[in-house]
């Protein structure tokens, strides 16, 4: 039998209205959706997420003047070798930021037609670990009133979520502490809290925050310094008492080596639509579990469970609940806690049948 041909790849950007709690700090999100087509009549879904919507249109003009053209006519099985074209085509740009997102959007897309030929859900294809993934409920954005936390943290603990993100945005520590504390109280013992700084301070200023946080027993500390310094991220590291977690903005297994070197941190987080798909993910993934290092990855959960149900070092997926009903088509959803990986073929997902008709912005 001959070898599938991509024929096709179409592709857009979906402007998506958040819902009530994360408007107030992001009124949409943006993906820039790939649909690959082949001659045998498999297509494979990809996108890649850009939070707030920031990027979403060079992401869509990287993806059709500079990748594009390398997939149409090629086997799309070959991934690892398609995925070299892609990251390697292109001298010029690194594959980090706009470029590491467009080749993300393809590289799902190309994986979901691998799942599909098996017919065999992806955390199989890559040898599974777990059918069910255990989830934190993400949120507490800084605009949010403490009541607004209250009322979202026990939203997710409602689910079963035994774990519960906030954010920690306000300049005064001594603020963000109270947040935490307030939280903490209304969750009880029963629920594990974790705390993300969005690489909003130095190296003293998360020194004397992660201070004034150590009573909570917090699960991580995330996103201390920026993604840029490692070496800054390390230094804090070493000096809190609390686990740093940190990754959902480096793009490549290079970015993460040199963090797992630094010991930099104790939980990775990468995010399979920024860092080039789920092949640089896995291979990241197992670099970690090379060193001791677990794995949890950012956002995108309907498809980052494939990842960490082939995983035996994945720790929790990120439940960020924000999406319109309308998107997806029987998207997973958290019970007890835990999120069951469809058994659908390929990552298990597919856009709504209206999704692109009354989301298409470009």
Known sequence: ???MKITAVDSCVLAVPTSHYMALDFPQHKLVVAQIRTDQGLEGLGYSLCFGGGGAESVLS???TRLKPLLVGEDPLAVERLWEKMYK????VRRVGIAGMAVSALDIGLWD?????AKLPLYKVWGAHAERIPCYGSGGWGKYTEKDLVAEAERYAGMGCRYYKMKIHDPDPAVNRRRVETVKKALGPGVRMMVDVNQ???VLGNIRQARLLEEFDLVWYEEPVSSDDNASCAEVAESISIPVATGENH???YEFADLIERKAARY???DVCRANGFSETLKIAHLAAGHGVAV???VVYEISIQVAGALSNSFLVELMDWMPEDLFEDIPVCRDGLIRIPERPGHGMTLHKNAIPKYRSS
């Open 1 to 3: 039998m001959p070898a």
């Open 62 to 64: 990287y993806l059709d």
């Open 89 to 92: 085509g292109d001298r010029g």
């Open 113 to 117: 037609i691998v799942g599909k030929s």
């Open 200 to 202: 909003k301070l130095d």
């Open 251 to 253: 793009y490549t297994r």
């Open 268 to 270: 990775l987080m990468p």
């Open 296 to 298: 949890s990855p950012h």
